[in-house]
């Protein structure tokens, strides 16, 4: 098990990433309800607002996930948030998942929030790979997994219904080892 209990503060050039504050939950509310986001992480609509206050309030005790808001630092409000879970102690690695709403696209902020997270995981656990999945018909959150070093293992055929659709989830990993020479390269 990993010990994620210690939240850090990460400050990129676009945004910060921190724990979670209680004036940050209209702009979670905001996130969780927009339709990109229900559609592009296959979620429901259903939104129930004391349990997600309740869940949103738990993040920054967890020891064994790491949960950090992401926050435009030119605005300082919540754009979205990263997320380090589900240890998987037989390739001692985690899961990596990402959420940026309607106030955070299309201004890198999910990059430069993928890569500093990235970055304090290699730099400050023992893990040796990051893992995701990314449903078929994001090609955005695709193009910026492929840019910083995840490449493909696997597709879930047929994981999502939408709209009578059915979407594949593509299986990604970026490994300890990747990560060190994809630095090198950029030093």
């Given at each position: 098990m990993i010990y994620l209990g210690d939240k850090p503060l990460l400050v990129g050039?676009?945004?910060?990433l921190r724990p979670?504050?209680?004036e940050d939950f209209p702009f979670i509310e905001e996130c969780l309800k927009d339709?990109?986001?229900?559609?592009?992480?296959?979620?429901?609509?259903?939104?129930?607002?004391?349990?997600?206050?309740?869940?949103?309030?738990?993040?920054?005790s967890q020891t064994d996930r790491l949960d950090l808001?992401?926050?435009?630092?030119?605005?300082?409000?919540l754009v979205g948030e990263v997320v380090i879970n589900a240890y998987d102690e037989e390739n001692h690695s985690?899961?990596?998942?990402?959420?940026?709403?309607?106030?955070?696209r299309n201004q890198g902020f999910g990059t430069e929030a993928t890569q500093l997270i990235i970055d304090y995981v290699?730099?400050?656990?023992?893990?040796?790979?990051?893992?995701?999945?990314?449903?078929?018909?994001?090609?955005?959150?695709?193009?910026?997994?492929?840019?910083?070093g995840f490449v493909q293992y696997g597709i879930d055929k047929n994981d999502l219904e939408f709209e009578g659709n059915w979407i594949d989830s593509i299986n990604m990993k970026?490994?300890?080892?990747?990560?060190?020479?994809?630095?090198?390269k950029d030093c």
């Open positions: 050039e676009k945004v910060i979670f504050k209680d339709p990109e986001v229900l559609k592009l992480t296959g979620s429901n609509s259903d939104f129930n607002q004391e349990v997600t206050r309740h869940w949103y309030k738990t993040r920054n808001a992401i926050v435009d630092s030119s605005n300082d409000f985690m899961n990596f998942r990402i959420l940026i709403g309607p106030r955070g290699f730099e400050n656990t023992t893990l040796t790979q990051l893992t995701l999945s990314v449903f078929d018909f994001n090609p955005r959150a695709k193009h910026v997994y492929k840019k910083l970026l490994t300890r080892e990747n990560w060190r020479d994809r630095r090198k």
